[in-house]
């Protein structure tokens, strides 16, 4: 877009590092430096910047930014916030139905799956067991938030007869994406989330947005603001681009037989 770091413009960049404490900290040090624009990733940073009662533009990638009362409308958002909302909403249904839709063409024998949620995002546990229903599949739910949790929740699948692990795409889970893939490969468990690098690090397969086309809107979104444009005017959106990885050496470790069909869609194949 034309811009140049340190010349046209300044980034200042903070992270939570996992404490929703130094978050807080450091979203009031965003507010005290009066930024032109802000960009928040997840409802965490979200909260802890309007805990601060700052005016700056905010442009947001979340799950749900009406749902979650961040904005009153997609097409409209009003006051100061705009972005992406990450299908994570009445959207994010269809999604969470295609991943199951997916594994289920990966194993067609497949009838038991074990859900990892977060029980702070419950909507996304009703998604599941809705479109659970639709493939006729029997879905075992546990939440966690830790990774103390999440060791004896993998063990609880196994011994409840799961045959496959749906992994919430939330916050915890992305941190601790390796060791659970880990976990349930010596389960002989095949996973499936949203984020490419989950296939990546060994999971079977993953479908969800494109996390580089949602950067590359949330740049837009910077741009028109530092042009002037108000967070009011400028449309909430969807993400539009959506990725099938599937980890080919996964599905061979675990004895699968991935159909052609299957990998025919898909955007990156691991061998």
């Not at 140049?4 to 005290?32: C, M, N, P, W």
């Not at 095949?190 to 990546?200: D, G, I, K, L, Y």
């Given at each position: 877009?034309?811009?140049?770091?340190?010349?046209?413009?300044?980034?200042?960049?903070?992270?939570?590092?996992?404490?929703?404490?130094?978050?807080?900290?450091?979203?009031?040090?965003?507010?005290?430096?009066?930024?032109?624009?802000?960009?928040?990733?997840?409802?965490?940073?979200?909260?802890?910047?309007?805990?601060?009662?700052?005016?700056?533009?905010?442009?947001?990638?979340?799950?749900?930014?009406?749902?979650?009362?961040?904005?009153?409308?997609?097409?409209?958002?009003?006051?100061?916030?705009?972005?992406?909302?990450?299908?994570?909403?009445?959207?994010?249904?269809?999604?969470?139905?295609?991943?199951?839709?997916?594994?289920?063409?990966?194993?067609?024998?497949?009838?038991?799956?074990?859900?990892?949620?977060?029980?702070?995002?419950?909507?996304?546990?009703s998604q599941v067991e809705l479109a659970a229903?639709?493939?006729?599949?029997?879905?075992f739910s546990v939440p966690a938030q830790l990774?103390?949790?999440?060791?004896p929740a993998i063990a609880g699948f196994k011994?409840?007869?799961?045959?496959?692990?749906?992994?919430?795409?939330?916050?915890?889970?992305?941190?601790?994406?390796?060791?659970?893939?880990?976990?349930?490969?010596?389960?002989?468990?095949?996973?499936?989330?949203?984020?490419?690098?989950?296939?990546?690090?060994?999971?079977?397969?993953?479908?969800?947005?494109?996390?580089?086309?949602?950067?590359?809107?949330?740049?837009?979104?910077?741009?028109?603001?530092?042009?002037?444009?108000?967070?009011?005017?400028?449309?909430?959106?969807?993400?539009?681009?959506?990725?099938?990885?599937?980890?080919?050496?996964?599905?061979?470790?675990?004895?699968?037989?991935?159909?052609?069909?299957?990998?025919?869609?898909?955007?990156?194949?691991?061998?």
């Amino acid at each position: 877009m034309g811009y140049a770091e340190g010349q046209s413009i300044i980034v200042e960049y903070r992270f939570g590092q996992g404490s929703e404490d130094h978050l807080k900290d450091r979203a009031t040090e965003l507010a005290r430096l009066r930024m032109d624009v802000i960009v928040a990733l997840g409802p965490p940073a979200m909260h802890a910047l309007l805990a601060t009662g700052t005016t700056i533009p905010i442009v947001a990638a979340t799950g749900d930014l009406v749902a979650d009362g961040f904005v009153p409308s997609m097409p409209h958002p009003g006051g100061t916030i705009t972005g992406i909302s990450l299908m994570q909403g009445p959207m994010g249904a269809n999604l969470t139905g295609k991943r199951l839709q997916l594994v289920k063409e990966a194993m067609p024998a497949l009838t038991k799956v074990g859900f990892l949620f977060n029980p702070k995002l419950p909507r996304n546990l009703s998604q599941v067991e809705l479109a659970a229903q639709t493939l006729d599949l029997h879905i075992f739910s546990v939440p966690a938030q830790l990774i103390e949790e999440v060791k004896p929740a993998i063990a609880g699948f196994k011994r409840d007869g799961a045959e496959a692990i749906i992994v919430d795409a939330s916050p915890p889970f992305i941190a601790y994406q390796p060791e659970i893939v880990e976990l349930a490969l010596d389960l002989r468990l095949p996973t499936v989330s949203e984020q490419p690098e989950f296939a990546e690090d060994g999971g079977l397969l993953s479908y969800g947005m494109s996390i580089f086309s949602v950067e590359q809107r949330l740049a837009y979104y910077v741009d028109r603001i530092l042009k002037g444009a108000k967070p009011a005017d400028l449309p909430v959106e969807y993400p539009t681009k959506f990725e099938l990885v599937i980890n080919l050496k996964t599905a061979k470790a675990l004895g699968l037989t991935v159909p052609e069909s299957l990998l025919l869609q898909a955007d990156k194949v691991i061998e």
